[in-house]
């Protein structure tokens, strides 16, 4: 089936073109022409590539609104994510996910990168089938219209010194790696999804079991988010977490660092001279008083940039675009680091969940695109190439994955979000 879009402002490259002719069969872009006359089904506003949510954990959704108030830390926080986790069953993530996922649609996601690691039941009991869990996640983002990469998860200790896993965190574990790769073999894929692979963190991985997970790709990893986790690694290895990760062939153009926040200059040009990815969740990072990363100086190392939204106490890729950004402002005391263009690269990075084809609008790409209203309180006025530093999820009008429409007129065309999000969180 052939379909002929018209896009007054499209963003193609590093640029924004006008008057952009986009052609779409069999779910790819076959013909991409700027300076066209207007012809086809009109996209309004800005249109930009689909977006990439590189880091997801769906079930922490369940916690916006109810964590914010008082005092704590990353810790305290994790107390309560944990009480979420003790409740879910794969009918009840499915449900959960479903919503989740059509959120991100909404907002201009086509591609989530789910960092999954509650596997098991109550107990670390086995469901029948052992991969349950993350069936319901690529089910979910099948019923929801977007693309998933489950990036199946190794969580085998509660510390770096090893302490075993207790309480809700058996449901995260596997006896050991090739437990894990043994059930991992087993999931079945699908047209919409990718296999991926992620280590916890050094704290619940031990050393010795990294080097199993070397060369796979896509894989994902927590790094030095805090930094107890630095502390401990040095205690217990004499290393940094990333020098852990470097000395046991982790790091690499297939891996990504997710939040990356408490670094070394060594950290950073180890990262970047292996041009491992780096995935920073800015709306997350805040909430949870992390602190921030050093993004632009991964960058000038090498290391391609991504973003997510981690816990989704906001799911807003614009958010996550304008975090990166102003999050280096505050601590440089200067502006500008990242051009217009780069920002929407590291939002539409496709490439560290494994989709090469995807990401922009080019020929031969899958066809995704977001459609970004100019004319709403917040956009207009907006040169086209500055809107992103304006616009909100809620500014997307119009989204196509996969050349299919999932949002139209700014309503999923597959699920009732709201009433979904209602009925799942009451």
Not at 94 to 121: D, I, S
Not at 243 to 248: Q, T, V
Request: glycine letters at 10%; one cysteine or more.
């Amino acid at each position: 089936m052939r379909t002929v879009f018209h896009a007054r402002h499209a963003w193609i490259g590093a640029d924004v073109a006008t008057d952009v002719r986009i052609e779409i069969e069999n779910g790819l872009f076959t013909a991409v022409t700027p300076d066209s006359p207007a012809d086809g089904e009109s996209l309004p506003g800005l249109v930009l590539p689909g977006l990439a949510n590189a880091h997801s954990h769906a079930f922490h959704r369940a916690l916006r609104g109810r964590t914010h108030s008082g005092r704590g830390s990353f810790w305290t926080w994790r107390q309560q994510m944990y009480e979420v986790a003790a409740g879910l069953d794969p009918d009840r993530y499915l449900a959960l996910a479903r919503a989740v996922y059509a959120e991100m649609a909404l907002a201009g996601v086509t591609c989530v990168g789910e960092f999954h690691y509650l596997h098991h039941a109550p107990g670390g009991v086995r469901y029948a089938d052992p991969n349950a869990m993350g069936a319901a996640l690529i089910q979910a983002a099948d019923e929801a219209g977007i693309r998933i990469t489950l990036l199946d998860t190794l969580y085998l200790t509660a510390g770096v010194d090893g302490t075993p896993l207790a309480g809700v965190q058996l449901r995260f574990g596997d006896d050991n790696a090739e437990a894990w790769a043994a059930r991992v073999a087993e999931i079945t894929a699908a047209p919409h999804a990718r296999i991926g692979a992620a280590i916890h963190s050094v704290r619940a991985v031990p050393a010795d079991q990294l080097s199993m997970l070397a060369g796979r790709g896509p894989l994902h990893v927590h790094l030095s988010e805090q930094r107890a986790e630095n502390e401990q690694c040095r205690a217990v290895h004499g290393c940094t977490p990333t020098e852990l990760l470097d000395r046991h062939g982790i790091l690499g153009p297939g891996t990504t660092a997710v939040h990356a926040t408490h670094l070394t200059d060594g950290d950073v040009k180890l990262l970047g001279d292996s041009r491992t990815g780096v995935c920073f969740c800015p709306t997350t990072e805040r909430d949870l008083a992390d602190g921030i990363g050093p993004a632009a100086g991964l960058a000038a190392a090498g290391s391609p940039i991504g973003l997510g939204s981690d816990s989704h106490a906001v799911i807003d890729p614009f958010e996550e675009i304008r975090g990166l950004e102003m999050n280096e402002r505050l601590a440089s005391e200067s502006r500008g680091h990242f051009p217009a263009a780069a920002l929407v690269a590291a939002a539409a990075n496709h490439q560290s969940l494994g989709w090469d084809d995807a990401g922009g609008i080019a020929p031969g790409l899958r066809a995704d695109l977001v459609a970004v209203s100019l004319a709403s309180v917040r956009t207009t006025g907006s040169r086209p190439d500055q809107a992103i530093f304006a616009a909100t999820g809620a500014d997307v009008t119009h989204v196509i994955s996969g050349g299919r429409r999932i949002v139209a007129d700014g309503r999923h065309t597959l699920v009732d979000v709201p009433a979904e999000l209602a009925k799942v969180l009451a």
